[in-house]
């Protein structure tokens, strides 16, 4: 299993970021069906302020491209992204249009022990 931590910011607005937590208490089915499918076995979000870390667990089935091309053949997991995008700011440094960041791991504390 290999884990990942994505990045993104929210639009600073208190009432979008609240709208943007709401929708993910009711996360709509397609989308976790089509998270799992693409190989992700646990996905978490976590925010403060403005800035989200969203951590996968992924089984070895998992690739990106094999998720963007699972979510792009989707018409209601592209609908949910454009709703995303209303909450989402993109984190400085990114690429145009690009959402969620890769984060590089810098310290693993089992090297250690």
């Keep these: 299993m290999n884990r990942y931590c994505m990045l993104l910011d929210l639009v600073d607005d208190p009432e979008l970021i609240r709208e943007y937590e709401d929708h993910h208490q009711k996360v709509w089915p397609e989308v976790i069906r089509c998270m799992t499918l693409a190989g992700v076995e ?14 996968m ?14 979510n792009a053949e989707n018409e209601v ?8 995008w209303k909450y989402q700011s993109p984190v400085p440094g990114s690429q145009p249009g690009q959402k969620w ?7 693993d504390s089992t090297d250690f022990i």
């Design 42 to 55: 646990s996905m978490k979000i976590y925010r403060f302020g403005t800035r989200m870390a969203m951590v």
């Design 101 to 107: 960041v890769l984060a590089k791991q810098i310290f």
């Design 57 to 70: 667990d992924v089984g070895d089935l998992f690739s990106f491209e094999r998720m963007d091309r699972i």
């Design 77 to 84: 997991v592209q609908e949910w992204e454009e709703l995303m």
